[in-house]
């Protein structure tokens, strides 16, 4: 595998239901990225862990549980989650200061 | 603070013609500017990026330059194909923080 992984690509779940979406990264970054992208609105950034510290969450509401063990690896876990948090979540790294490299996302349906 | 203004789409145009994608920022500093291109189904991919004043990013055929005067990183490119359909966003990133601020995205559509 190169570049940046997510899994899984698809997912529908309950509003109670618990899940885990998760981003590995192959390129020997030191930052990684969780970003929201609805319809008609623009991307919104959400998490930053830079050396596997979280460094920003942008107001993020705690129904999103983000999780670095490690450089390579990024979690974002789901619980109680509300239909208007139906999107496509994208994960990103890189060196920080430099280019951003993206994931192919997660579809996420909220039911 | 820091922002992006990118023309509203969508672009509909046939190929070979010439596009243009207007791409316009504010901020503080001297951020590095860059164009994402997604295409449907896929994550985002870095198609160029320049990271100071008169600087020309430029790859697959497109280019854009960082206009200080005008704060400005226009996408450009002379003939477009059908598989350059896609989203396009221009972005603004700080090399403090990595951070980077995405525009809403232009939608391009080209037909044969």
């Known amino acids: 595998e190169t570049g940046v992984t997510q899994t899984p690509r698809h997912l529908v779940m309950g509003m109670t239901n618990k899940k885990s979406l998760k981003c590995e990264q192959h390129?020997?970054?030191?930052?990684m990225y969780w970003y929201k992208q609805s319809a008609k609105k623009p991307l919104e950034l959400m998490f930053v862990?830079?050396?596997?510290?979280?460094?920003e969450n942008n107001s993020v509401p705690s129904r999103f549980s983000p999780e670095c063990p490690n450089s390579s690896h990024l979690f974002l876990h789901l619980h109680t989650l509300q239909p208007e948090d139906s999107a496509l979540y994208l994960c990103?790294?890189?060196?920080?200061?430099?280019?951003?490299?993206f994931g192919p996302g997660t579809r996420l349906t909220v039911l | 603070g820091n922002s992006v203004t990118q023309m509203e789409g969508p672009v509909t145009l046939s190929e070979e013609a010439f596009l243009t994608i207007n791409c316009t920022y504010t901020?503080?500093?001297?951020?590095?500017l860059f164009w994402y291109v997604q295409y449907p189904g896929e994550g985002l991919q870095l198609l160029l990026k320049?990271?100071?004043?008169?600087d020309k990013g430029s790859n697959k055929g497109f280019e854009a330059t960082y206009r200080k005067e005008t704060t400005s990183f226009h996408l450009e490119k002379g003939s477009v194909q059908v598989s350059d359909s896609a989203v396009y966003f221009c972005?603004?990133?700080?090399?403090?923080?990595?951070?980077?601020?995405f525009g809403q995205g232009t939608t391009l559509q080209v037909k044969p």
């Open positions: 990103a790294s890189s060196q920080m200061g430099e280019p951003q490299y």
């Open positions: 390129l020997g970054h030191n930052a």
């Open positions: 862990y830079s050396l596997e510290e979280r460094v």
């Open positions: 901020a503080t500093g001297y951020p590095s």
């Open positions: 320049a990271t100071k004043a008169d």
């Open positions: 972005a603004l990133g700080s090399s403090n923080t990595g951070k980077l601020i």
